[in-house]
């Protein structure tokens, strides 16, 4: 099979779309109803974290899916003279044995260590966030090596979400503090990454998250200048509060915060989304309300697959805002309801997630992929690309068939009508998976197809998508130079 593309094909490959009809905005998004949404939450680490954890899912009546924590980069394992630190999942392994929640760690590229554990680590000990141009530059590849390392050996599934919310200007390493742009931070974390990428670790997911809305409003600033690429990263997380008087603010919705920027990303990135911290205040309004209609809006947003509740003060600091929905200790773990007597938060909570649209599994990484973006109403349900293609007689082209929020299985077939010619073509596999999935359509002409110009169709649920095929006698073809 040979995949033969032209410049005449080149303009001729524009993508087939079929339009939905319009939805309710009030309902599920069909991917939150086949796969669902992780239920999650950060737990501040205390002694006793795998009770801690036993605790919590009690009060909130269901076991959490994604455990999230935060971890700095002077952090090791004493007993183990490892760069990552394993006692927590000692802990948790203690409760849980081997069947332990998805771990999204928090890595902070702060306070650097010259040496950890005896061995070499960065250039120089650091105080606070390490310089972009340090990390580029190689001067702490032997932690970060380290700690790839470390964690390829455990057995636990990881989601790393490294150097969060750089287009704040209130975090450490965001580039404004060192005289930078947002393509430094890119350039910082394509390093990191590749690092992680050569010694093989595939029980890491990257997850690229932002604030929600960047501060200050330089254009440079814009979120979207750091995405790294869409083969630099697995999940996209966002993190927004509802601080209100807490900060002197408003009192900002799930929506006000969230709406526009999840729909944004959607349309421009294929990658699943996190709401990776999330929280909000009592005051003007009623935290019970607004933690019910948080969980209400998140499912009708069709990337989002997970949801992180940020159960802390803000910056484990009591003085500060108040996010939890049940008490916490750095102890024991004795947890118990908020507010002390009423439980309203908690059990706002509870009722929240006991809509079975919260899991407490976390699918694959490639099940919650989608296949592409999506804009909204206007997207395809679905889309072959390309369209038409130039081949020679006993050729063949290949053309990918993708469906996009579907609610249900859909087979999908050949339609090459009296074009005997075409009759070896083939779809592989027969049906695409709901909520999105790809096949992939084999065209193959014999060698006796007659030149000129046929149509073939795909037949997929209620839809004919048409693919329009030319057999000529040459297809020129581009060969670039080999650099010896």
Known sequence: MKLLVTSLGLLAMLMFMVIP????TQLNSPASEVLGVAHGAH??????YGQEILDFNQLSGKDIAVLMYF?????????????????????????????LPVIMLTWVPVDGRKTLAGKPACDKDYSGAIPLDTIISGKCDDYITGF????????????????????????GWWPGHFGQ???????????????????????????????YASHPGYSWNDLHNYYPGDNYLDWIGLSGYNWA????KGWDSFDFLYNDVLIDLACNYPKPQIIAEVGSVEGSGSKAD???D???????????RMMIWFNDFAFADRSEADFRVTTGTTDFGDVQPLPLGSGSWTNAFQQAVSNPVYRSDVPSLKSVSPPRVYCGENSPLYEVQPTSMFIEPGESSLHLLSGLLFSSNQGVSLDVGSNAYFKDSTVSPDTLLAPWSEVEIHIRSNESTPLGNYKIFINVGSQKIPIDIEVVSFVGRQYLPVIQ
Do not use: C
């Open 294 to 304: 948080a969980y209400q809006k998140i499912p009708q947003h069709p990337f989002l």
């Open 181 to 211: 742009k947002a393509d430094k931070y890119v350039e910082m974390w394509k390093h990191v990454y590749n690092l992680f990428n050569a010694e093989q670790v595939s029980n890491v997911e990257w997850v690229w998250s932002p604030n």
């Open 290 to 292: 607004w933690i019910t």
């Open 43 to 48: 737990l501040r680490p205390s002694l006793e």
């Open 71 to 99: 971890t700095s980069w002077s952090s090791y394992d004493a007993e183990t003279g490892e760069f990552f630190n394993y006692y927590l999942l000692r802990k948790m392994g203690q409760k849980f044995g081997e069947d």
């Open 21 to 24: 009809a319009k939805s309710d």
């Open 245 to 248: 008087s807490s900060r002197n």
């Open 148 to 171: 790839a390392k470390a964690l390829k050996a455990r057995p636990e599934r990881f989601l790393l979400r490294f150097a969060h919310e750089m287009n704040i200007s209130s975090t």
